[in-house]
């Protein structure tokens, strides 16, 4: 298998910080578990298969982060939006786009995202957003 490319509908959402309680338990927030579930019900629906590069596999990443334009943004805009030259600086960060998903895929895709061995997260502008993601083995004759 060279390498399997997932989308994970919606606009893209980053990783949110731990919280604690008043008692001092530390719980993730319910919009990040939500958005992991998202992630882990998209991959195996469409790839279907649990680790497909084996146990010890180093990994790779790659993230395109497809962000819906603003209703607001103009026609030129738009168009420089679409094709490319202007890009989102904007939150979410691309670190925690990049955590959220390879944190919902331990143990689906690869055992653990310590396994990553080289990622990518960019971010764009499109018409319909969501999150586009390819995974393969990191192999240098790859």
């Known amino acids: 298998m060279s390498s399997i490319t997932f989308t994970i509908p919606g606009e893209p959402r980053a990783k949110g910080r731990p919280r604690m309680t ?3 338990h530390v719980y993730t927030p319910k919009n990040t578990t939500t958005y992991e579930n998202l ?3 998209t991959y195996m629906n469409e790839v279907r298969k649990v680790m497909p590069f084996g146990q010890d596999a180093q990994i ?7 962000m819906a334009i603003p209703k607001s943004a103009s026609k030129k805009a738009k168009a420089l939006m679409l094709a ?5 600086a904007k939150k979410p960060d691309f670190d925690n786009v990049g955590k ?6 331990n143990g689906l895709a690869y055992r653990d995202d310590s396994a990553i061995t080289t990622a990518t997260v960019r971010k764009r502008w499109a018409s ?5 993601v390819t995974i393969c083995e990191d192999r240098e004759d790859a």
């Not at 790779?60 to 497809?66: K, P, S």
């Not at 490319?84 to 989102?88: A, N, Q, V």
């Not at 959220?100 to 895929?105: E, S």
């Open 39 to 41: 992630v882990k019900i």
């Open 84 to 88: 490319g030259i202007e890009k989102p």
């Open 22 to 24: 008043e008692s001092g």
């Open 128 to 132: 319909v957003p969501c999150v586009v």
């Open 100 to 105: 959220v998903i390879c944190d919902a895929l």
């Open 60 to 66: 790779r990443i790659d993230i395109l982060a497809q």
